[in-house]
């Protein structure tokens, strides 16, 4: 037989095999059942013996055990329970074992005057007798069973010991996984827990020896070298706070994969591992209707700026798992495009017409590529977000964050598009700087169009996201793995910060969700200070570095906020957004501002735009009706012309 011969029968035996095993695991567990009805009919006419009034024939016996013969595996097929349909020592399993043996009972009951003949009274006292029995040893039987496989296995030789930090469902998962498993890496030898109902718990074997207080004790009593934090949703405070108290006492902090990773299947319970900045932040899972998600993009043409991006990037890899009719990508960055098509298709051709290079800068380009894709959705995601060179240009940040913006824009209402995203920033809310300014001017003229266009125009405002490109957790990694000096601006300075996944699926949810005219404002949990990042990074890599503090730059707060005064936190449509109405500015007042200024002058010019009178409940902080304020403002602008000098 040929090589390929062999291996295109390889898995049609494979099959054979596992089908041959269930089909033996069935009929063993169908000829137990079988016995234990055996064993308990006679066991009953054994104990009741003062009922029979005579002993029964050989054809008498014959016929009973025909009847369990017949009976028995057939109520048993009837409740599912030798189909595999069930998991073994699982309540499931324990109804359909009762429902076999009740309908078994039930139907030899009704059969018992013609099995057995010559008695005084009902044969069915015996049979309901033999049927308590049979149910007791069928579940018992199943219960040794369950009990074998859940045995304590030796681990490995040189198997680590842990003391696992959480008695719940998950610690739990784990300390059962790690004793059963054949040759695991680590071995518990200790729980704590900070729940004083389970000080005498045990599981497994292994006993809760107290609270986070008794680490140290715990430790040394038991030799352990690592602290695994087994808990399903633990806040970022929890977590920080049991890796530091694990380093103090020479514990190795490890942490339980998350939900998601075990969801996805790339991590099992056992494959503990070291705490991750988002383990450190305690991130909650996010939940968003994925149907009403999936439903709202299928079908669509979505067009997509800034696709290079961090946040264009993680949109572009999301949308295309929606089922769309044509996913749009559009950025300047040619090295960007090509990363994300081959990260997207597994190859960088960049022929495809998907894949557009342009800026948003040029009206005319903007304006013929979405005459040519009419697309249905537009998530405008290209900006420039470095605050420091803003300072110093803020020419390039109103080209860009702005007349960009613009042209976007009228672009996406010219072709009639049926919803706008903008991806704004936290730095728009009370903003001090040309990137804040100009982010919250992009708020404004989105809720201009808005107003005019026949789609749902909106924007959504964040913090920091994890590991995007320039953000403050790769400069300070990149410093650290360089061994210079991390450097920090304020020993108080805080930020916002979530997952670029997490932000993307608030992103499309807020598609869903969003009114015209609206900012949507995510849920950030809470600030992190940048110096507490900067000694977990440090702690984490074990470099031998200073930390360094530079004191604050132009345009920077100590403390970021979500919301601008004035904005309320009000959540009509889902727990994590927050929906606030955007006062708009007529494109008029923007188009006018000479770049050619000094630069001092276009920063005051960019934050007299930006200033408004912010809503408060629909109705702006000074008193007028909403529908007033956004007639006046579309006219005038927030404060007259006056504002444009």
Request: hydrophobic content about 50%; charged content about 20%; some cysteine.
């Amino acid at each position: 037989m040929s090589d390929e011969a062999a291996t295109a029968i390889a898995p049609h035996w494979h099959l054979r095999d596992l089908a041959r095993r269930r089909w033996i695991k069935a009929g063993v567990e169908a000829a137990f059942d079988v016995g234990m009805w055996a064993i308990s009919l006679l066991a009953a006419a054994r104990v009741l013996r003062d009922v029979l009034a005579a002993q029964a024939t050989v054809d008498d016996l014959w016929r009973a055990a025909l009847a369990v013969v017949t009976l028995t595996p057939g109520c048993g097929l009837l409740a599912g329970l030798y189909r595999g349909r069930c998991q073994r020592g699982s309540l499931d399993e324990v109804g359909r074992v009762a429902l076999a043996a009740t309908t078994a009972g039930l139907c030899l009951a009704l059969l018992a005057p013609m099995l057995v003949s010559g008695q005084r009274q009902p044969p069915q006292t015996v049979v309901l007798a033999g049927a308590g029995l049979a149910l007791l040893g069928m579940l018992g039987g199943r219960y040794v069973a369950f009990a074998v496989r859940l045995r304590s296995r030796p681990a490995a030789r040189f198997a680590v010991k842990i003391i696992v930090f959480g008695a719940g469902a998950a610690g739990e998962q784990l300390i059962r996984r790690l004793v059963t498993l054949p040759g695991a890496a680590y071995r518990p030898v200790a729980i704590l827990d900070d729940d004083h109902e389970k000080r005498q718990l045990r599981i497994h074997g292994v006993p809760v020896v107290g609270n986070r207080t008794r680490m140290a004790e715990a430790a040394a009593s038991t030799g352990a070298e690592v602290l695994v934090i087994a808990l399903g949703r633990a806040s970022g405070q929890v977590i920080r706070d049991l890796t530091a108290m694990a380093e103090d006492c020479r514990l190795v902090p490890k942490v339980i994969p998350s939900v998601q990773e075990l969801l996805c299947g790339t991590a099992q319970i056992e494959s503990v591992r070291d705490p991750r900045i988002s383990d450190l932040l305690g991130r909650r899972p996010i939940k968003t209707d994925l149907a009403a998600i999936t439903s709202h993009f299928a079908g669509k043409r979505v067009l997509v700026t800034g696709a290079g991006g961090s946040i264009g990037s993680e949109l572009c890899r999301q949308l295309h798992k929606l089922g769309l009719a044509q996913l749009i990508m559009l950025d300047r960055d040619e090295s960007a495009l090509h990363a994300l098509e081959l990260a997207l298709y597994g190859h960088g051709l960049l022929v495809a017409d998907e894949i557009v290079l342009a800026s948003i800068r040029s009206p005319a380009r903007m304006q013929h590529i979405f005459d040519q894709f009419r697309p249905h959705m537009v998530f405008h995601a290209a900006a420039l977000k470095h605050l420091p060179l803003l300072e110093r240009h803020p020419a390039e940040a109103l080209r860009t964050n702005v007349w960009g913006t613009l042209a976007v824009l009228e672009a996406a209402m010219a072709c009639g598009a049926e919803s706008f995203v903008n991806i704004s920033t936290d730095k728009a809310a009370n903003p001090v700087s040309v990137l804040g300014h100009t982010k919250r001017i992009a708020e404004r003229i989105t809720a201009h169009m808005a107003a005019r266009a026949s789609g749902t125009y909106l924007s959504v405002r964040f913090g920091n996201v994890l590991g995007s490109r320039g953000s403050v957790l790769t400069a300070l990694t990149a410093q650290i793995s360089s061994g210079r000096p991390v450097t920090v601006t304020h020993p108080d300075v805080s930020r916002y910060f979530m997952t670029g996944d997490e932000a993307v699926q608030l992103v499309l949810q807020a598609a869903v969700v969003g009114r015209s005219g609206e900012v949507l404002v995510f849920d950030m949990g809470d600030p992190v200070k940048i110096a507490d990042l900067a000694h977990r990074l440090l702690a984490m890599s074990a470099a031998e570095t200073e930390i360094v503090y530079t004191s604050l730059r132009p345009g920077e707060k100590l403390i970021e906020e979500l919301l601008a005064h004035g904005e309320e936190d009000t959540r009509p449509c889902h727990p994590l957004i927050t929906q606030v109405p955007v006062p708009p500015l007529a494109p008029a007042q923007v188009t006018a501002l000479d770049p050619n200024l000094a630069a001092e002058e276009l920063r005051a010019a960019l934050a007299r735009c930006s200033a408004s009178p912010y809503l408060v409940a629909g109705r702006p902080a000074d008193g007028r009706s909403h529908a007033a304020s956004l007639a006046a403002v579309a006219i005038m602008g927030p404060a007259g012309p006056a504002q444009l000098g």
